[in-house]
């Protein structure tokens, strides 16, 4: 009777094991195509040959696979408010990205094609699961806005994973992130709307706890060969009421350096950026350091 009782508990283990693991790539989309917003009708058709040149290229590593759809996307437009509209609605924009829109599209083109998917409609789940809160469109208090939400949130979920604690000489920073209940001004759909701006306050962190390296560790041995080309990077600021400034991922060059690869306001475009990370963020008054994120498999 107790062998048997081993067994089943065992086979419990498994198939929860296994629940969790199909969950984690099976996406329910919730948005209908007439809740989406496309910037025109070549968007469908551009994601739809970019997943079909990244199937063949046979990458299945999903640091890989991020990297070469950040380098199929180098010279895209930089252009900043895309998601924002009088309704919230499901936004695919393959033309014009930011930093967060560019992280967003790069977990999405990886996840589907790691799925064996071809199609922009797998493309624009994983788009509504990575960027909502619990993975389903509602309004916009149902997007998640901070990057320290956004992680908890995917992470939940198995899509994504900080590994900043597992970084040499990590530290961490306690923090309120509720910089958008404080400038309503700044956001359109906040300016005149006390009820959406509850909705808002309900999800920002009080006194929150997070990892991140300060930048001056980003020239240190051990630092560089922790990091992987194709890892997700966003800068941690010191502003108030932030947590990070900014979003894009890590390319490690031959010499073991890391660089960053974003969607660049200053720069207008995505682009490589010419100096190392550490060079980089040397010349910022803000920015202190970095987080980390992979995806989840």
């Known amino acids: 009777m107790i062998k048997m009782k081993k067994i089943f ?51 299945k590593d999903a640091n890989a696979l991020i990297e070469f759809y950040a380098r199929k996307l180098l010279g895209t437009p930089y252009v900043a408010h895309t998601l924002e509209g009088d309704e919230e609605m499901l936004t695919i924009n393959i033309h014009e990205l930011d930093c967060l829109t560019f ?25 509504e699961d990575v960027r909502y809160r619990g993975g389903q469109m509602g309004d916009y208090s149902t ?8 992680i908890i949130d995917n992470h939940m979920r198995g899509n994504l994973v900080e590994v900043t604690p597992d970084l040499p000489h990590v530290e961490y920073m306690v923090k309120n992130i509720d910089y958008m209940t404080h400038h309503t001004d700044s956001y359109r759909q906040l300016k005149n709307d006390t009820a ?35 890892d997700f990077v966003t800068l941690v600021t010191k502003t108030e009421g932030l ?14 350096d890391p660089y960053l690869l974003d969607a660049s306001m200053s720069g207008g475009k995505v682009m490589l950026q010419s100096k190392p990370l550490f060079n980089y963020l040397e010349r ?13 498999l």
């Open 196 to 230: 959406m701006v509850e909705k808002i306050r309900r999800h920002e962190l009080r006194n929150h706890r997070f990892p991140y390296l300060k930048r001056s560790w980003l020239n240190d041995k051990a630092v560089k060969a922790a990091l992987r080309s194709g």
């Open 284 to 296: 910022s008054k803000t920015n202190i350091g970095i987080r980390v994120f992979r995806m989840m």
């Open 103 to 127: 992280i967003e599209t790069l977990y999405a083109l990886t996840r589907t094609t790691l799925a064996g998917r071809y199609s922009w409609r797998d493309f624009a789940a994983h788009i």
């Open 9 to 59: 508990l065992a086979l419990t283990v498994l198939l929860v094991a296994c629940g969790a693991q199909q969950s984690s790539q099976q996406v329910a989309q919730a948005a209908t195509t007439a809740q989406m917003r496309f910037h025109c009708d070549q968007d469908t058709t551009i994601i739809n040959q970019l997943l079909m040149q990244g199937n063949q290229s046979g990458v």
């Open 143 to 150: 997007r998640i806005h901070y990057i320290s939400e956004w």
């Open 243 to 256: 947590d990070v400034s900014h979003n894009g991922i890590i390319i490690v060059d031959e010499k073991g």
